[in-house]
């Protein structure tokens, strides 16, 4: 009996020390990873993952470091390596999505996007879907997703702002303008949305009404190179030849 029982403490202690260097070879990675060394860095997650294939952390941090290393197809893999341990990891899914969208495989990197936000109801997230469906050109799409950002947070300007462009693209440019005016409200400076908005009006005829918003935003920024570009337009439709053409020596 007590050679048994050495022999189990022998078996727990040597348990003990190979989570324990497991956990080691994944923190010396991760160290490597942060100072950007991710040649370097690999080798300890693969270290890691040799002493226990069911280390999830170490699996996530390989592909995390592969991608870095711009290996995309080989980070989706380790990544699908921690899925298999667990189908329910957020950042795993995330890691996919991003490795996807890195290769320009839109159409994996929104079905990838998709589950993250079902994992994880984020307004980053649906905000990451609905720039992944704009890219697409799928608008109608993108514009429920900017508004499931605003669901979790009804003053986010940015989720209001790409909303408003999604309309302006679906020519809805009412509801468009909306948005926009929702977004100034929230931030007074948000020199995009007054573009936008100069651009609607613009669209509309109201010339005058258009370099107002174009002007707001160059106050704000006076080297804005979208809002110059604009407000010469319409100072040029408003038959202002000489003050747009001191515009033009600028841009």
Not at 23 to 38: I, M, P, Q, R, V
Not at 73 to 97: E, F, M, R
Not at 134 to 160: C, R, S
């Amino acid at each position: 009996m007590k050679i048994f029982g050495i022999l189990v403490c022998i078996f727990l202690l040597n348990a003990i020390c190979l989570a324990e260097e497991t956990e080691y070879f994944d923190w010396k990675g991760s160290k490597l990873y942060a100072s950007k060394n991710y040649t370097g860095a690999q080798i300890y997650f693969e270290k890691a993952l040799k002493q226990d294939p069911g280390y999830i952390d170490a699996w996530i941090h390989k592909g995390d470091t592969q991608r870095a290393l711009k290996d995309f197809n080989g980070s989706i893999d380790s990544y699908n390596a921690a899925l298999k341990i667990d189908s329910k990891k957020v950042v795993a899914w995330s890691g996919i999505t991003e490795a996807y969208t890195a290769m320009k495989d839109l159409t994996n990197a929104s079905i990838a996007a998709a589950k993250t936000t079902e994992l994880d109801n984020s307004k980053a997230n649906w905000l990451r879907e609905g720039n992944l469906l704009q890219t697409q050109e799928m608008y109608q799409e993108a514009v429920t997703k900017f508004e499931g950002a605003l669901t979790v947070d009804p003053a986010n300007k940015d989720a209001l702002y790409k909303k408003g462009f999604m309309l302006m693209a679906l020519n809805n440019l009412t509801d468009a303008e909306k948005q926009f005016d929702e977004a100034l409200q929230i931030d007074p400076n948000f020199k995009q949305a007054y573009v936008a908005k100069g651009v609607i009006l613009e669209a509309d005829g109201k010339y005058l009404e258009a370099q107002k918003a174009y002007d707001k935003a160059l106050e704000i920024d006076p080297a804005y190179a979208q809002a110059l570009t604009y407000k010469m337009h319409v100072l040029l439709m408003l038959k202002k030849q000489e003050e747009a053409m001191k515009i033009f020596v600028k841009i």
